[in-house]
């Protein structure tokens, strides 16, 4: 394949499905800004094709397998390079597709005094952001940390964590360093022993790196293949084989749009009867994250996935933002929970905690399964995230019901 091919291919999938997925599996080892994910996409759709794969999921779903590959797709973003040629060669057509082009471009018409002075405070902008890049700050004054200085010193700040009462060890080790580089530029300090004298003194900074430890991203019919499979199989069986009450626990809820969803599908598509015997529980250990869920307003980005017959029925539009209908409060219960301690219910028919699990470290994941376990009724379903698995002596006690969606069912 030549220089041009490996480009025009390098750009499109025929689907984009499992692409936030993919982006949060390569977070894991490596970390990149917002801005920078389609660069990042850009070079793992090149790995993609050629090693064949027509969608992100079916990528993602090899690498996990081959840690050969995703260390290639790695060493392409560490290195900057994209295409198998050398750069001198990428070079040269650059400037060859430049020289055919500009015979075609438009002479630049004379600038306004005024859009001079737009250039110049432009260039100065510019000028300025380089001599703090130098110096090691971001435009907004933080410091600009990729790696500490002192590595070796890593464990004074975990040693302060612990301390503070901060729980580190349910964390995976790489996972606890990019949150801690975060709090580090958000606070300035370079080094990990000068962030732990500062998290001894200041109570609030305790709080936040807390806060970052915990932080939560999902949105409304977020996977929606697993909320289909829900509607049209795993409700409707839970409902016909129980005619007590209905107990579902979305664990690590954040802002409710996993329990919202539940509660849509179940007041859009079930009876009155199997309405009025739901009682969902969402958790969360973030109290503003909870006090969020309970203020029901939400930006237009986190109903990306719904349909508009959902959003005309319990969305009613307030300036920026959309406000859920008082209607689906009737169906949960929101509480504050660290899901390192015990269940907050037991005999339950559902339990749904996605995309939770990854933070953890293989240990804490094996005794929340056996906490889970526990709390479900017999027959009840495990609901966990496209890019978790259900491993060890746990998986034996239950049943693959939907094994692409990761829906086990308790034996």
Known sequence: ???????????????????????????????????????????????????????????????????EAFSVGLEWLKRGKVFDESKK?????????????????????????????????????????????????????????????????????????????????????????????????????????????????????????????SINVTHFFRDKEVFNVLERKVLPEIFSENTGPINIWSAGCAMGAEPYTIAMIIDNSFNTKDKLRTNILATDISYELISKAKERLFYPDLLRETDQKLILKYFTKKRDEYLLSAVLNKYIEYKVHDLQTPPPARNLDLILCRNVLIYFSVEQTQLLFERFYKALKQGGILVIGKCEILRGEIRKSFEVIDSKNRIYQKK
């Open 1 to 67: 394949m030549n220089l041009v091919d490996t480009r025009k291919f390098s750009i499109s999938l025929e689907t984009n499905a499992g692409k936030e997925e993919l982006l949060k599996y390569i977070r894991r080892e490596i970390d990149f800004k917002e801005e920078h994910e389609e660069r990042v996409l850009k070079r793992f759709r090149l790995l993609a094709r050629k090693f064949k794969y027509k969608s992100f999921l079916e990528l993602l779903e090899y690498l996990k397998k081959s840690p």
């Open 89 to 213: 060669q990428y070079t040269q057509l650059v400037d060859k597709k430049k020289k055919l082009t500009a015979y075609a471009q438009p002479k630049p018409r004379m600038q306004s005094s005024r859009q001079r002075r737009e250039r110049r405070r432009r260039r100065a902008e510019i000028l300025k952001s380089q001599v703090l890049r130098v110096q090691g700050q971001t435009d907004d004054g933080t410091i600009n940390i990729k790696e500490p200085t002192d590595p070796q010193n890593l464990k004074i700040v975990l040693d302060v964590m612990t301390d503070n009462k901060i729980n580190q060890d349910a964390y995976k080790i790489n996972y606890i360093k990019r949150r801690l580089n975060h709090r580090m530029r958000r606070t300035s300090h370079p080094t990990y022993k000068a962030y732990a004298e500062f998290l001894m003194i200041n109570r609030e900074e305790v709080t936040n790196l807390q806060k970052s430890l």
